[in-house]
């Protein structure tokens, strides 16, 4: 069922949402949160954006335009509600194509940052998979994989341009070996743990387009107190507040 939520405790902020679906999820909150916008960024790209929790999130932070792409036509009427109904047409612009054929028709080095929550688990043919098709196409990389998101950003990023992705912590070593491949340098890596005893389980890695070798390790994100409930640093967030150094990247 379609439904609009408030975006948190975003003052003023509102998103579309269908429960049937997948719906934003946390990652996609501290990706927007923690990525580093540079104060010359004029345009700003998400890959994979759903229902375009990235793009409104960093409307807040940023006045460039953001371009939004979703390949799930029926989701991507849900983020230009959302856009539409927090009036920021004239900031966000959602594109409902695949990320792939919408390369095709972009200049190279475009962008100066592009985001990413992307689907977080290889499209093995036996895997048991979510009946529902947005969930399916949400976690699994059936339309995309993460090589071909590289690939793209490689393409659209400016050069020192940055690339910021919320992925899973056990793909980070596939990650690194991609940007290496993709010419895009790992620059800032924050690992994300659901408590405080567990192993970290996600991670955000940021890059830019042909930069200078140096990667910072930045403290972790903990995610859950003892008794189950969100640390400070997480409501903090979920206000709207800047809890984080966000200082720019050196190229």
């Known amino acids: 069922m379609e439904q609009i939520h408030d975006l948190l405790e975003y003052e003023n902020l509102k998103i579309y ?15 927007a949160h923690y ?21 409104l999130i960093l409307s807040r932070r940023t006045q460039a335009h953001i371009d939004a792409v979703e390949i799930q036509k029926d989701v991507a009427t849900l983020a230009q509600k959302s856009v539409e109904i927090n009036h920021l047409e004239m900031q966000i612009t959602v594109i409902p194509q695949s990320a792939q054929e919408f390369q095709k028709s972009c200049e190279s080095d475009t962008y100066d940052l592009i985001t990413c929550n992307p689907p977080y688990f290889k499209d093995i043919p036996d895997a048991t ?4 098709i947005h969930k399916t196409l949400a976690r699994h990389e059936v339309t995309i994989t993460l090589e071909e998101i590289l690939k ?25 070996s991609l940007f290496e491949k993709y010419n895009i340098t790992p620059k800032r890596l924050r690992l994300i743990y659901p408590h405080l005893d567990r192993e970290a389980n996600m ?8 930069g200078h070798p140096g990667l910072k390790i ?3 994100i903990l995610v859950h107190k003892d008794d189950g409930s969100y640390t400070d640093e997480i409501l903090e967030i979920f206000k709207g507040r800047d809890t984080n150094e966000s200082e720019k990247l050196s190229g």
């Open 17 to 31: 949402q269908n429960n049937d679906w997948f719906s934003f999820s946390l990652d996609s909150v501290l990706l």
């Open 35 to 55: 990525a580093t916008v540079p104060i010359r960024t004029y345009h700003i790209l998400d890959l994979c954006t759903g229902n375009a929790p990235i793009p």
């Open 129 to 132: 998979k979510n009946l529902d």
């Open 152 to 176: 793209i950003v490689r393409k659209l990023l400016k050069n020192n341009g940055t690339f910021a992705i919320v992925h899973r912590a056990e793909r980070l070593p596939e990650l690194l």
């Open 203 to 210: 991670l955000i890695l940021e890059g830019t387009k042909n």
């Open 218 to 220: 930045l403290s972790p």
